[in-house]
């Protein structure tokens, strides 16, 4: 065996790839061979890796954004086994998160750019620092970036108790906003209401919109959080008030259909469609937001999110269970070898 063969057998990891869209079992566990950090990079060994509903929209093709065969996975936690020339801040041993736009998170190991990497607080464990830190990223986008939540000001969060719900729900409250959340079940509707939903709605049995106006004294809410899309937009739309703003941040419910500006003039609406990474796209944009999340986890003003752990091995049960919305919650990949 020469040399370079050697090396790539000792290189040799595992990961998740994508070769053609389609349902979970398209998610299939493949060997792959990471190289050393070239200057810029580090080389990180996953602890844990999210799952996000924004991987699903990619593996069913809503998104064409992964070239095929990919590597699927927007952001994980790991640490830093090699560090590449050139890179500061960083040392062997850190322990790191990091965003990647550019997919490849669903991995055993893998190289990422310096600037995309972040240190992690001792008090933020593994599993809890994967699931949380792309959804506070997001809300701290929602909340500071995209518009600024006023205190007094009446909100609706659609799916208050899923994983970017609930910190919502949780942010908004402590900003000093009255919050109303709709969830698909009692059971739910209490998960909402423990992370800060002063009142619920269950969607299924209630109509949003009227439930809303009368909360509101027929008012309606300031400002509507809506990752859902399709199925809710009519209802998030109506639940405005005068000149409020719908900010749609997903479509787990599928693309909203388009329709005629004439629908907002009605009352002087504003409908935002942001996406996280935009706002992430400079180094000083990602560490403000990132500092944003963490310095919102270390005052408690939301809390970490204590997750559902899958092996990688495991993903496309992964996409299953949350497509099925039947865990209200996160999930998170651990490579073999991984302990919590």
């Known amino acids: 065996m020469s040399g370079s063969e050697r090396k790539a057998e000792e290189s040799s990891e ?3 790839v994508l070769r053609e869209y389609g349902g979970p079992e ?10 050393d950090a070239a200057p810029g990079e580090l ?13 699903i929209y990619v593996r069913t093709g809503q998104y064409r954004s992964l070239a095929l065969p990919g590597i699927p996975g927007l952001d994980a936690v790991g640490v830093v086994e090699q560090v590449g020339s050139g890179v500061e801040g960083f040392v062997p041993g850190d322990r790191v998160g990091y965003i990647e736009p550019n997919y490849g998170a669903y991995s055993s190991v893998r190289l990422v750019s310096a600037d995309k990497a972040f240190r992690l607080p ?3 464990d593994d599993w809890s620092a994967a699931a949380t ?4 990223a997001t809300v701290a986008m929602l909340i500071e970036e995209v518009r600024t939540l006023k205190e007094g000001e009446r909100v609706l969060v659609q799916a208050a108790a899923g994983g970017v719900g609930r910190l919502l729900c949780a942010w908004a409250r402590h900003r000093g906003a009255f919050v109303i959340g709709t969830a698909g079940s009692a059971e739910k509707a209490a998960l909402a209401r423990s992370f800060g939903a002063h009142e619920t709605i269950l969607y299924r049995e209630e109509d949003v919109a009227v439930r809303v106006r009368e909360m509101t004294n027929g008012s309606g809410v300031e400002v509507v959080y809506d990752s859902c899309g399709q199925d809710t937009f009519a209802g998030s739309v109506d639940a405005l008030g005068f000149c ?3 900010i749609l941040f997903g479509q787990s419910s599928g693309p909203v259909a388009p329709f005629a500006p004439s629908l907002l003039a009605e009352k002087s609406l504003t409908v935002s469609r942001p996406i996280l990474f ?5 180094k000083a944009s990602r560490r403000a937001i990132i500092g944003r999340a963490l310095e919102a986890l270390a005052q408690s003003v939301i809390p970490a999110i204590v997750p559902s752990a899958l092996a990688l091995v495991e993903a496309g049960e992964a996409h299953r269970i949350l497509e099925s919305r039947a865990l209200a919650g996160a999930i998170v990949l651990i490579p073999e070898g991984s302990k919590p």
Do not use: M, P
Request: glycine share 4%.
């Open 43 to 55: 080389r990180i060994r996953h602890r844990a890796i999210s799952v996000n509903f924004h991987d």
């Open 26 to 35: 398209k998610l299939q566990l493949e060997a792959i061979v990471i190289g």
């Open 244 to 246: 409020g703003h719908l």
């Open 278 to 282: 935009h706002y992430l796209r400079t």
């Open 133 to 136: 830190l792309l959804r506070a």
């Open 122 to 124: 001792d008090e933020l």
């Open 14 to 16: 595992s990961a998740i």
